[in-house]
Nanobody, 120 residues
Framework: QVQLVESGGGLVQPWGSLRLSCAAS????????MDWWRQAPGKQRDLVAR???????NYADSVKGRFAISRDNAKNTVYLQMNSLKPEDTAVYYC??????????????WGQGTQVTVSS
């Protein structure tokens, strides 16, 4: 059974920084893209950043230059370094990964989410 577990959320003041982590565990053969998404109250869930297996990256325009996604393939972990945080970054942040468990095909997995609140 494959699981994604996020950590690192919390309350931070505007212009502060946070680092989110998401670790995949279980019977994993391979991991392809790893993403961070976010959902603010009353809004749809949006893609924040994506990193491929070979570490090419894509970002939402709203976070370019402030957020950085990275991954450690040996640890099956994806990170999101968030700098210069703004109140509009407040949301529940979710990781999502395309994972192939042993003896199976590719599936999409989501973490449980971690709350990030930017407020003075």
């Amino acid at each position: 059974q494959v699981q994604l577990v996020e950590s690192g959320g919390g309350l931070v003041q505007p212009w502060g920084s946070l680092r989110l982590s998401c670790a995949a565990s279980g019977s994993i053969f391979s991991i392809d893209d790893m993403d961070w998404w976010r959902q603010a109250p009353g809004k749809q869930r949006d893609l924040v950043a994506r990193i491929s297996r070979r570490s090419s990256t894509n970002y939402a325009d709203s976070v370019k230059g402030r957020f950085a996604i990275s991954r450690d393939n040996a640890k099956n972990t994806v990170y999101l370094q968030m700098n210069s945080l703004k109140p509009e970054d407040t949301a529940v942040y979710y990781c999502k990964s395309q994972i192939r468990p042993y003896g199976s095909g590719w599936f999409e997995y989501w973490g449980q989410g971690t709350q990030v609140t930017v407020s003075s």
